[in-house]
């Protein structure tokens, strides 16, 4: 089969100490100190092979994220701008939908034809924190596109218990292509899904919402905070492309933070009391958390879900005095997220299929992620068969 495969140099910063952990497995934990002169290229690559408990999946649509952005981008010295755990070469794409079209012997809770979409980690189940109860933590990880093959390419193969079925997103949306299309926004909705409603503990309805970034993940955010009945939702956004797409989704208003003070901006829409939930999905948080310092309502939550190597100015007696709280959050899996983020879309609650801005086949995947560099689009899918 074909897919689009990312092959880099492993040649770790002089400054950087490489663990043993990293030399026996050859995964790197931080990339854009290990991984140069990324190369990428649609290539022949070996047909995936079924386990007992694997489907055969041909991929019908994979989205572009942020971070197969910073695979394509270097630094000054070469280097892959994506920071976290990675083993080269291997296919990219991690946003996706597929049909079943064949499975291992033990299979028993799909069939042929089945549509899904997947989870990207694939947690071991074995370790302390999955045995917890926390799969996003998991000391096992592999991450599909990351650390092992992912989906732009024609077929993957995967355990059954990653899969989830999205035939009524499909019944929603009429036809089975938009079902694949919509199916393929599962992943990144539920990482908003996970760092609101999971790990932040979510807001009252009527609550005032701020969402800062109108990226794939900041516009899923405010698709979720209009469904779950958001006073107020104000969005903040560079882009003026993306600025309309945040209001398609339900944003009340969107500003462009260069020409605005954000945090005033909040206290005048609230009549002084300030944002009770505020999501940082810009990956800008020494710049963000400041602003929404500034616009803290008494009882209120910031939850962090933009990946930044950077230290943050906090001025905590703000978080006395307001008595707020700050969430971090990574990952999409357990805590019931796939299913009910595959449930509101299927309702007709979240309709996130304005953000769908383009469309390419899996020959052009480089050209696809070479356009999200310019980072307007919403969500640019790949189509690979
Ligand atoms: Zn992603
Ligand atoms: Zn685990």
């Known amino acids: 089969m074909k897919g689009l495969v990312l092959d880099a140099v492993w040649e770790p910063r002089s400054d950087y100490v490489v663990s043993d952990w990293e030399e026996k497995t050859g995964k790197a934990i931080t990339g854009n100190s290990i991984w140069r002169h990324p190369k990428l290229k649609v290539r ?3 047909d995936p092979t079924l386990g007992p408990q694997d489907v055969l999946l041909e991929i019908r649509a994979c989205g572009v994220c942020g971070s197969d952005m910073h695979f394509y981008e270097t630094d000054e010295d070469g280097y892959i701008l994506y920071p976290g755990l990675t083993k080269f070469p291997t ?5 996706f939908s597929g049909k079943v079209v064949e499975m291992g012997k033990d299979v ?11 989870e990207e980690m694939i947690w071991c189940g074995r370790c302390i924190p999955c045995r917890n109860g926390y799969p996003n933590h998991c000391t096992n990880l592999e991450e599909i596109g990351f650390t092992i093959p992912g989906a732009f390419a024609n077929y993957i193969a995967v355990d059954e218990k990653f899969c989830w079925k999205i035939d009524a997103i499909a019944e929603r949306f009429g036809s089975e292509e938009k079902g694949y299309e919509i199916g393929a926004l599962t992943e990144p909705t539920c990482v908003a899904y996970n760092a609101m409603f999971e790990r932040a503990g979510g807001f009252r309805p009527g609550h005032y919402v701020s969402v800062f970034g ?4 900041g516009l899923a955010a405010i698709g979720l905070a209009k469904a779950a009945g958001a006073g107020i939702i104000a969005a903040f956004e ?3 492309q993306r600025i309309e797409l945040a209001q398609a989704v339900g944003a009340d208003h969107v500003y462009d933070p260069r020409e605005v003070n954000a945090g005033e901006v909040l206290m005048e829409l609230s009549k002084g009391e300030g944002f009770d939930f505020h999501v940082e999905a810009a990956g800008a948080p020494e710049l963000i958390v400041p602003e929404m310092e500034k616009a803290l309502a008494i009882n209120s939550k910031i939850v962090q879900i933009g990946r ?9 007696e703000a978080f006395q005095v307001r008595r707020a709280q700050a969430f971090g959050a990574q990952g999409h899996s357990g805590h019931e997220t796939f299913p009910n983020v595959i449930r509101m879309v ?3 609650r979240l309709d996130l299929s304005p953000i769908i801005t383009a469309r390419y086949g899996l020959e052009e995947t480089v050209d696809a992620i070479a356009r999200s560099t310019e980072r307007a689009d919403g969500k640019i899918l790949v189509k690979p068969n």
């Open 44 to 46: 022949d690559w070996a």
């Open 91 to 95: 296919i990219l794409g991690h946003e």
């Open 108 to 118: 028993t809770t799909l069939q042929v034809g089945d549509m899904v979409t997947v």
């Open 214 to 217: 109108a990226g794939p993940i």
């Open 238 to 240: 560079i882009s003026p």
């Open 308 to 316: 930044a190597a950077q230290r943050v100015p906090m001025y905590l």
């Open 346 to 348: 299927a309702a007709g």
